[in-house]
């Protein structure tokens, strides 16, 4: 057997511990499955890191990170933490600092609504019939989010509050690479979400998509302004394949596609790039979810999305993309004998726990 694949387990806060309890099972019955050894590596992160250390991402925690082969991430903060300084709240001090430590680029959300789940979806059936999935990428580590100066200061006599919104054409190039060669092992369809019309960042950003598009002449580019997407999405999900969006528009986007599945409980993510030792798709993977501190410890939570982002690591990490299929295969089953979790839970379906979801997963393995 090859060594152990080592895998830093940042549980965090909220339902976080939970929902990866039933991933890191799932893990464990993979590679006794497949023939592989697991490593994990649990560490504080978040909210309960602050009240046990005084940080959201202690040094051990980046330290263990740092010697690992991938991150599988929870959710971080809570109403607990709100009234600390910004810059020392959970998802600001540990989870964008993450992304830009690793240099964690391109965030892949896949919304996936399973023709069994058409009827947890906010839609009309008739826009939802026979399920869709959609893969949202998007750049992680510019935009608002990251440009300086960020700020909040009193200016005659008023407070005022600035971000700055900043995108380097390097950034842009590097995300649209990955979107084009992504496009390639799909539908060859890719669209670009930006707000060309009112911003200069996005007038860059649709400049250097259409001139890297013509590197992939068999990728069919296409351009929506941000507004329209959010209502095309919802007019004709089924129309979409692949979509690349810079950050804030990415965030707000893969959010709205997720509820469009029935549950954001439903949503993997994996955020790519490279370690510090300079190995490609080192990646952090974690559910697109809040920590739900309204549903915490209630044994309710949905552990799809862990289970997943799991998947993920396995596929995009580690290349395993045979026991990667494993588990998104037993997720359906599961879900084909129609077992739920309250979230998308409808007539004629069994609503179980949390640790039942993620037994019957372990079973249809």
């Given amino acids: 057997m090859a060594k152990a694949l080592k895998v830093a387990v940042l549980s965090g806060d909220g339902i976080g511990p939970e929902v990866m309890a039933e991933a890191v099972e799932i893990l ?26 005084g940080k959201a991402l202690p ?70 019939e026979g399920g869709f999935e959609i893969l949202c990428i998007r750049e992680l580590t510019g935009g608002l989010y990251f440009g300086q100066p960020k ?32 496009a390639r092992s799909r539908k060859r369809e890719l669209v670009s979400v930006d707000k060309a019309n009112v911003l200069e960042n996005s007038l860059l950003w649709r400049a250097v998509l259409k001139r ?34 810079e950050n804030l528009f990415g965030d707000i986007l893969s959010d ?7 549950s954001i409980g439903m949503l993997p993510s994996a955020s790519l790039g490279s370690d510090l030792r300079g190995h490609f798709r ?14 915490a410890g209630k044994g309710i939570a949905n552990p799809i999305a862990q289970i997943l982002s799991a998947s993920m690591m396995l596929r995009y990490s580690f290349g395993m993309s045979v026991s990667a299929s494993r588990v998104e295969q037993a997720v359906k089953r599961a879900i084909g004998k129609g077992y739920r979790t ?24």
């Fill in 28 to 53: 464990e019955c993979c590679a006794r499955l497949d023939d592989f050894s697991l490593d994990f590596r649990p560490a504080l992160v978040g909210g309960i890191a602050i009240d046990k250390t």
């Fill in 59 to 128: 040094s051990e925690t980046l330290k263990i990170c740092e010697e690992s082969d991938a991150i599988l991430f929870g959710s971080v903060g809570g109403p607990k933490w709100e009234n600390l300084p910004p810059p020392e709240q959970p998802e600001r001090a540990a989870l964008l600092r993450l992304r830009k430590h690793f240099g964690l680029f391109a965030n892949l959300r896949p919304a996936l609504c399973m023709p069994e789940l058409v009827a947890a979806s906010p839609l009309r059936p008739d826009l939802v």
């Fill in 151 to 182: 700020v909040t200061r009193e200016e005659e006599g008023e407070t005022i509050a600035i971000d700055t919104m900043v995108y380097r054409r390097s950034e842009i190039e590097r995300i649209a690479h990955l979107a084009f060669q992504i």
């Fill in 212 to 245: 890297i598009g013509d590197a992939y002449p068999d990728v069919r580019l296409n351009h929506l302004l941000v507004d329209n997407a959010a209502m095309q999405f919802i007019k004709a999900p089924r129309s979409f394949d692949l979509i690349v969006t």
């Fill in 256 to 262: 709205e596609l997720a509820m469009l599945t029935g």
């Fill in 282 to 295: 080192f990646g952090l993977y974690e559910p697109s979810g809040g920590t739900a501190p309204d549903i």
């Fill in 342 to 365: 309250l979230d998308i839970a409808s007539p004629n379906t069994k609503a179980i726990s949390t640790r039942e979801m993620g037994s019957q997963i372990r079973a249809a393995l």
